[in-house]
């Protein structure tokens, strides 16, 4: 069946970076476009950027410039880059298919004090 395994998470002060990762797992990976969502406390989950199976990236307004989403279909992998956080950026972090079509993992807790 399907896993989404999310990690990278953490305590970061505003500024800083951090590299989150999800590996994929029973799905033709290199065939899906992926997609990292976000949901703050009180909030709906947003999504935050896609990245197609060739390649090409989107990204929400609040994100673009800073964050950076990527791929290695060889390891079954997505990456978000996360750079310059501010303390909005505080949610747990899902990666799924750009339609959430999949199970949804555990996610990965990223915190950012100002």
């Known amino acids: 069946q399907v896993q989404l395994v999310e990690s990278g998470g953490g305590l970061v002060q505003a500024g800083g970076s951090l590299r989150l990762s999800c590996a994929a797992s029973g799905f033709t990976f290199r065939f899906n476009a992926m997609a990292w969502y976000r949901q703050a406390p009180g909030n709906e989950r947003e999504l935050v950027a896609v990245?197609?199976?060739?390649?090409?990236?989107t990204y929400v307004d609040s994100v673009k410039g800073r964050f950076t989403i990527s791929r290695d279909n060889a390891k079954n992998t997505v990456y978000l880059q996360m750079n310059s956080l501010k303390p909005e950026d505080t949610a747990v972090y899902y990666c799924?298919?750009?339609?959430?079509?999949?199970?949804w993992g555990q996610g990965t807790q990223v915190s950012v004090s100002s």
């Open positions: 799924n298919h750009r339609n959430g079509w999949y199970n």
């Open positions: 990245i197609t199976s060739d390649g090409a990236t």
